[in-house]
């Protein structure tokens, strides 16, 4: 017993002496001083974690004056949020140093000031947690006392809890939009220029091109234009369906119906129902199912009379496709499935060889890792699947075409499909995610009024080039109904029907967030309150017309520009002012997560603050009885010169067309 008792007795106190140890060890991690005195740590190594401290702060330091710099660059508008965020973060350096704290969290849509600082809190919060008692109030205040001066801020205060409130620089506003009038509105800068390969549109041929269509061309068109502005080399891709076991009923038919196709093209007006005609026959007629299989297998051969029936077929569909291209100036290459063939061949191959693939009931499929579904490559019958020329197509992008980004402007219903193409890419070794950006953007359905799936009254699909026949018509009603057709040219109307139905059909799709369903509804497009292209289009008309109808032409205004400070003294100039200058900011979302409805509801903010100013501040004062002008204010010409120029650039990246007169 008494051995029992001395032996626990040792453990307890080995157990003790070591915990002691640990404690000391624990100490001297957290108090590095007492690593030097313990001779543990030479003094050299605190020496250069301070000097490295010091070095991390004067970096930042030297980044933020760089930004400030090139916020002068004729080349460049910059995020005024992003620089205010770069000042934060080197206070943040300066009153935290060495401490692993959140990035500094600065926010433009303040209600009590013009930028909002937010970090207070979380930093107290981390603080905390590592055992460092300080209220955010406290936190802020620390932040603040170790602001480097920059031009940008003229001072900030802190409010409630720990909030910062940031209070821009009236000089600095009127510089920059001095600035945007004599560099134009350009780009933020985007780093390096990258390669970009977006994928949209790619309807299916011989088939009608439907509302889903149009959301992924008006979509992906959007953002080709954004990429395109900011710098990138953009490749665009219509990843057409033009490959398949549909095309041996198609070919069978053809040879039945037009016998002489290969010397007369033949007369066919709606592919539609050319298509259906053959479907009915391949499901009910067994003679012609066996014939249009051989037509496939011929066409895969490469059969000349196979081979020029589907081109026959591919032209006609194409010529009906490229109608709604042109109507809503939307710029593709075609790149369908077909293009794949011998490439899918390659792939297969090189899966085999990689161990990648396994037979069950004939087929041959892919496990892909995290996900359940495999991926079916080769089909029992020897045959291709949308699965193989998304394979073939992904490594074309990647290896061939050196994309550093792809982006597929395809229907959420397609969401699991384009994710096991892209963990599959990466398994086989074409996509590497530290080096490649791929991303699917989805987008929700079209709804008709009655919130169903968007058809036609007798439940068929809509005709896309139905549909902008019938927004042209209704532009047309509209403008007449406010008698413009009594003061526009002939000219000027075409012009302005086109615009204002394309233009209000796109920014219906644009203005809502893609992943929501929308209801498509031409009387809440073309109404021209709201947030609508028509709204807009007739604000922007407006704001260009107040310096013409002052008697000041463009050139007036180009040399104006050079000499003339904006002044920003009233408070409804320099909100506008400032409202300007976060179109950079805007850009930047835009090119993180591509929602485009950001674009769309900043127009739409910039338009009503604009339309506050003018209710406000007079740009040109006239006698009231004669009506002779007295007074032109130039520096508010020009604030309105700027901000139709921001509209504008907004306008090109949606695909609106502007109107000078309307
Ligand atoms: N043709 C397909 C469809 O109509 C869309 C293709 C999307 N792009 C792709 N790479 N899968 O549903």
Redesign the pocket.
Known sequence: MEEEIAKYTAKVVKAEAEIQRLEKDLDLIENPQALVNSGIVAPAVLQLQAEKNKLLYQLKHLKTQLAEEKSKSPDHMISITALIEDVFQVAILAAYPGQDLPKADVTSSAKFSDYQCNSAMSISQKLKTAGVKCNPRDVAQNIVNNLPKVDCIEKVDIAGPGFINIFLNREYVSQNVFKLLNTGVQPPPIGKRKRAVV?FS???IA?EMHV??LR?TIIGESICRLLEWVGHDVLRIN???DWGTQFGMLIAHLQDEYPNYLTKPPPIGDLQSFYKASKVRFEADEEFKKRAYECVVKLQAHEPEHYKAWQTIYDISRKEFQKVYERLQVHLIDRG?SFYQERMKLVIEELDAKGLTKVEDGRKIMFVDGHKVPLTVVKSDGGFT?DT??LA?IKNRLVEEKGEWLI????AG?NG??ET?YSAAEMIGWLNPSVHRVEHVSFGVVLGEDKKKFKTRSGETVRLVDLLDEGIKRAEAKLKEKERDKVLTKEELEQAKSSVAYGCIKYADLSHNRTHDYVFSFDKMLDDRGNTAAYLLYAYTRIRSIARLANVSEEDLTKAAKTTKIELDHEKEYKLAKCVLRFPEIILKLLDDLYLHTLCDYLYELTTTFTEFYDNCYCVEKDRTTGKIIKINMSRLLLCEATANVINTGFKILGINALQKM
Request: net charge negative.
């Open positions: 994928d790619s309807p299916n088939k889903g269509h992924s990843h057409l369906g499935e949308y020329s998304d197509a597929y402007v395809v229907d397609q499909h384009l193409i």
